[in-house]
């Protein structure tokens, strides 16, 4: 058994320790007070009985409240107080220095918390230490002066969780719309230089992976680019290649007609559409941005928003050859094709595309073997977008997420139009809601009162977010509010108008509703009586979000937040507060969002129609999926969830596998497999155990993970039941 040190580092549990700190404790009361060694052999063995049940490392802290707890219940309290009050003088003390010990733990890569808390960042590689020293320093910035310590205090406490906290010293935002088409069509600046409208695809190709780079430097959370502002470059190309191949016959004096030019230059032109997909592809998975990271960057795909037929044919070539790569891959260090993290690739389901008669259905069907071997594209249905995103003008609109699956709302510009790229969202905080669904204990009444207490916390922590925001200037980040990424500002400007009046959005994060929903009825989710109070909650949430954008004119929003290593911080935090709970806090992890759990036995169809419901009801962003098992040989099973979701939900996504073991070849499945207590990843083929020689690639939160997750969300992994 393994616990957490404070400094972050892994190390064997002892129990001696406990029994020595005990021992102290007790030789420094009068011996009134003190208890009987069996007494303390008695709270070492059942302090340790708990921690094994736990099934995961605890941390230092977590047993010293256990010790406590155990010294108190044998009516010891002068002995108690003497043991809380060393801990509590030792905590002083390392209070003096906060940043030092954990930062010396992760450069020495034994802090087990940051080695796992991104699946997309190696904390072995320098740029990446660096990233998180920084952050280490912008936290302590953020607990000591930032915030207001009742917030710093509830975050801790797993009461809510205020996001990237690690970036929040800085002015930045979390994630946006990159409007593309504005910097390849009017021009930017890249470091100082000058960037002109590109004069083929290719170059277009190259200067938006320059973007993405530039764009991911200067703000922490993912950002979206729509393929369709790529596509007019298609037929410049096209010109300039036609242009070209009747000069090379010309002068070669060899008799043509237009069909063969036209055949020739649509070779070529296929043959540049390559290279401009690939480039892209290949700089962004090897990018290393500012945060150490490559780019967060999901890549759009809607038939629907090219402005001419031209346009839409063009874009359907380009969506045809990004679709084709990303099914081969990237090659890894071994030359074996793996499965890529990013550019995450969001596609469109239409009626264009999405029946057998369509006309470009053949991309469907190509989007669908994509899915089985590489688990992207995600998919949004235009259809069920339509009705559930509807702007004042009573105008329903199909547009990208930023990142994973935060959606801006609806909105359009001073001239009446919609406008959604050169957006962006300020910032997110979740609630816990399973802390607020036991604390309530079974009375409505109670929950209800909580809830409010909880929902000022939060509004008070986005209004944190915001105001950290006011007063930014453009020189903050030149290419997002000067060069056309999400505006273009002149030097000095503030952009404090973007802050309000529905142009950027924050985020009410909330977590852990199937939790919530049993500790207050006893029921599930997919049981009638846990739909109606999920509902019900749901709709609470959105009438405090309306309540403050109505005062503020701040777009408040409600977001199913994608948890990947607070799924494991909450629930320690809910077994420290309440114990073990059959269903509710018997594991590592908490369920995301309004979810069904992953152990639940559920149809896939029954889970997205469900799902559906609670979807609809998270405007500022959500995404469900299905766990489904290896699919290549069954694309037609691929194409009915496909042809569901477009019918019934506006955003799913099909979980698969994608592994590969270095050491033996294996392309199936890694397992999760636990030894003393810790969960490893395995290869039921050889054995091998050394994570730096597989790939593993899982969705955990809306996106692709390959760096590896916590226990808990490892914990979730390996829980999760197929629905198909």
């Known amino acids: 058994m393994k616990i957490i040190k404070r400094n972050g580092a892994e190390a064997l549990f002892d129990k001696s320790k406990i029994y020595a700190a005990v021992c102290k404790a007790n030789d420094a009361v009068e011996p009134i007070h003190r208890i009987s060694l069996e007494q303390i052999s008695g709270i070492t063995d059942r302090v340790t009985e708990k921690c094994e049940k736990l099934c995961r490392a605890c941390e230092v802290e977590e047993i010293q409240d256990m010790v406590e707890r155990e010294i108190m219940s ?14 509590y003088t030792r905590e002083l003390v390392r209070k003096s220095n906060t940043t030092d010990e954990r930062i010396m733990s992760l450069i020495e890569c034994s ?5 796992q808390e991104n699946s997309n960042k190696n ?44 970036y929040f010293a800085q002015h930045m935002h979390n994630c946006d719309l990159v409007n593309l088409e504005d910097m390849l069509q009017n021009g930017t600046v890249i470091s100082g230089t000058l960037i002109e409208k590109p004069k083929s695809f290719s170059t277009a190709c190259n200067i938006a992976a320059q973007i993405i780079a530039q764009v991911a430097s200067n703000q922490y959370g993912g950002q979206s680019i729509s393929l369709t502002h790529l596509a007019p470059f298609v037929d410049v190309s096209r010109q300039k290649l036609r242009k070209r191949t009747v000069e090379e016959l010309s002068t070669a004096r060899v008799d043509f007609t237009d069909e063969q030019v036209d055949k020739i230059t649509e070779q070529r032109l296929a043959e540049e559409i ?5 480039c892209i592809q290949y700089q962004v998975v090897t990018l290393l941005t500012t945060n150490g990271q490559a780019p967060f960057i999901t890549m759009f795909m809607y038939l629907g928003e090219a402005k001419d037929e031209r346009t839409k044919a063009d874009l359907a070539l380009i969506i045809e050859e990004v679709l084709n790569q990303r099914i081969q891959g990237i090659k890894n260090e071994a030359g074996v094709w793996i499965t890529p993290a990013f550019p995450k690739l969001i596609y469109v389901l239409e009626e264009d595309n999405i029946h057998e008669s369509s006309r470009f259905y053949h991309l469907t069907r190509l989007a669908a073997k994509c899915t089985a071997k590489r688990m992207v594209p995600d998919y949004i249905s235009e259809k069920i977008m339509l009705q559930n995103k509807v702007d004042k003008n009573g105008d329903g609109q199909c547009y990208t997420c930023m990142g994973c699956r935060s959606f801006l709302t609806p909105y359009v510009d001073k001239d009446g139009k919609p406008k959604y790229y050169g957006r962006f969202n300020q910032g997110v905080v979740t609630v816990n809601l399973v802390d607020i669904g036991l604390s309530a ?24 977010r915001h105001e950290r925001l006011l007063g930014t200037t453009s020189d903050a980040a030149p290419i997002l509010w000067q060069y056309g990424a999400l505006t273009r500002l002149k030097s000095g400007e503030k952009i404090d108008d973007y802050l309000y009046g529905g142009y950027s959005t924050l985020s009410l994060g909330y977590a852990g509703l199937w939790e919530c929903v049993l500790a207050l009825s006893g029921k599930k989710l997919t049981e009638p009586e846990g739909e109606a109070l999920g509902l019900e909650i749901m709709r609470m949430l959105n009438s405090y979000t309306a309540r403050w954008k109505a005062a503020e004119n701040i777009d408040y929003s409600l977001y199913g937040t994608p948890l990947e290593s607070t799924t494991y911080k909450f629930a320690k935090c809910l077994q420290n507060r309440f114990g073990i709970v059959k269903g509710i806090t018997d594991k590592s992890y908490i369920t995301n969002s309004y979810h069904v759990h992953v152990t639940e036995e559920i149809d896939a169809f029954e889970k997205l129609s469900l799902e559906a419901k609670f979807q609809a009801l998270s ?38 596998k994608s592994d590969y073991c270095q050491v033996c070849g294996w392309d199936g499945e890694i397992l999760v497999v636990e030894d003393h207590g810790k969960l490893m990843w395995e290869c039921p083929s050889c054995k ?7 790939n593993v690639a899982r969705r955990t939160c809306g996106y692709i993970g390959t760096q590896y997750w916590n226990q808990g969300r490892t914990s979730e992994i390996k829980d999760r039941v197929l629905h198909l």
């Open 688 to 694: 091998n155990r050394d994570q730096s020689r597989m």
């Open 441 to 464: 204990e079974g009375d409505m009444d109670r929950f209800r009162k909580i809830f409010d207490e909880r929902m000022e916390l939060c509004h008070r922590a986005l209004r944190c």
């Open 619 to 656: 405007p500022g962003g959500a995404i469900s999926y299905v766990e489904v098992p290896d699919m290549q040989n069954n694309i037609e099973a691929v194409l009915d969830v496909m042809s569901y979701i477009y019918d019934n939900i506006m955003y799913a996504e099909l979980n698969t």
């Open 74 to 87: 044998l009516g010891a309290f002068t002995l108690a107080k003497t043991y809380i009050t060393y801990r």
């Open 111 to 115: 802090n087990e918390d940051l080695k």
């Open 274 to 278: 390559n290279r401009g997909v690939q």
């Open 123 to 166: 904390p072995i590689v320098n740029s990446i230490q660096r990233d998180y020293m920084a952050g280490e320093v912008s936290k302590d910035l953020t607990r000591r002066i930032l915030l207001p310590p009742d917030i710093v205090k509830a975050h801790e406490e797993g009461i809510i969780h205020f996001h990237d906290a690690d």
